[in-house]
């Protein structure tokens, strides 16, 4: 039933671009296989070819080795292009970013680092924290709402400190 209306299969090829390393004995028994020919006589034995069967291990040693002799050689190529410019292009990007860097701690020297005694909103919200850590010594996380308070006035200090740093 609707074998009919099916379509023949049509074959597929897949066409690799990769070199495949296969022995010759592989190739022999899949022919002998196709063939048909399985008969009792023993397989003749591979023919010998000019290049030697290299293990797995000494096929992917000699691969490394190759690679990187040619990334050795394109680094070296592109050293000797790209060199002089990129060696010019760091000194004066660190010049830059050491100049900027002393102008920042030159500015912010200028200004007092923030402290919570500071503020006595967080002094009041750390007062808050301690006392409920005391008041609860073996439940700690119920001083949960407490160090939120504290943590959100440390977080109205820091961006005031920011603030008056942009400002310079």
């Known amino acids: 039933m609707g ?18 390393m296969v022995s010759e004995r592989l190739v022999h028994n899949l022919d002998a296989a196709e063939s048909g020919a399985q008969s009792s006589e023993p397989t003749p034995a591979p ?3 000019s290049a030697p069967a290299l293990s797995e291990e000494e096929l992917h040693a000699l691969v490394e080795e190759r690679v990187a002799q040619r990334v050795a050689a394109e680094l070296e190529r592109r050293i000797a292009t790209e060199g002089v410019r990129k060696d010019n292009r760091e000194q ?4 830059v970013a ?5 102008d920042m701690l030159q500015r912010l020297g200028r200004i007092s680092l923030p402290t919570p005694e500071a503020n006595p909103a967080c002094l009041a919200a750390q007062e808050q ?3 409920c850590f005391k ?8 001083c949960w ?3 939120e308070a504290f943590k959100s006035s440390l977080k109205v200090v820091q961006k005031e400190f920011i603030h008056a740093a942009s400002q310079l």
């Open 135 to 142: 008041a609860n010594p073996t439940r700690p996380l119920d």
């Open 92 to 95: 004066l990007s660190s010049q």
């Open 129 to 131: 924290v301690i006392a």
């Open 47 to 49: 023919v010998a070819t």
């Open 3 to 20: 074998q009919g209306q099916s379509k023949p299969a049509e074959p597929v090829v897949f066409v690799n671009t990769v070199p495949l």
């Open 98 to 102: 050491l100049r900027e860097a002393e």
């Open 145 to 147: 709402q407490e160090v």
